[in-house]
């Protein structure tokens, strides 16, 4: 399963930010190392004098030179334990984190990282419902991820155990059918990607799920499944694979994850075409299948154009995020 490796590429922006920032810096220290000169005559031979002849003066001096070096002091001790945590952070490969909660303005790093992204060849996502990450307005990777060639999806299985003791720890007014509604939709937008030429393959899993994890070339967003908690409240962790030292970081240990889920035979693929279920063997040859039991309406719903393939996505993710009587009226 091979990924697209890539570098990130730099607007021209981003290159005239770095060449300003650098003229500053360059500026400032040739004007402190100029200025040097006169200051020292200013200290010798004006300022000490007077100092050394006015007591009050001299105590105001000792106050500002202890308070000057005390700051001094903390901030060494912040940039030592900062360049400690930045150490930690280069070797996990962590490039962004960030709380949950965080709004719009806080997002603009994640927003820049996107950005920057080459268009994946492959997109792998293990995720719940899978409704924040495809449907959602705020979704911030659903483009990125559309662009993507061959996009491997595994969701909780609507219909497994897993998903109803999902559903029991969470708040009263999230229930099963609200988790139904939201894979519903998911897959109604991977149907669509489908019928612009996408290779989209997506499969359930029947456990308690652990992670959320989203593999876009060489980046892997990662987030806790937290029981009793909704997976967008959780922090959010993006780590970036080390080109040089591919072992060191995290990006290899969950992109193995994703992987060694993707192969367990255990997890059904869905068919899109007939809304089963297909289990296959270890070798992968197909052992049986089940209906889904969940009616999925977007396998059957009309698209519009095919020449804007992202508005007809969006607009099937619209029409599945209404309530069902309106879903139903408008099919």
Known sequence: MAMHRGTPTHSLWSGLRQIFTHGII????????????????????????EVESNANLLLATEIALASVLALAFNLAKIAWDSRQGVRTARLASLIYARSAGAGWWSRRRERALIRQLPAPRDAFVLTLTGYDTFVADDSLLRGVIGKAYEIRVMLVNPVGKALRERAESLPPEITVLTLHTEIEAAIGYLSALRKFGKMVKLKFYDEEPFWKLIVLGDYVWVQHCHSGFAVKQQPEFVFALQQREPRHGLFVPFYMVFLNQWNDPRHPEYDFDTNELVYRDASGRETGRTALGVPINGATMPLPSPRVPGAAADSLAALLRRPEPERTAAL
Do not use: K, Q
């Not at 360059?26 to 004098?49: D, H, K, M, Q, R």
């Open 26 to 49: 360059t500026a400032l220290a040739v004007a402190i190392a100029f200025s040097l000169p006169g200051i020292a005559n200013y200290i010798l031979n004006e300022w000490w004098p």
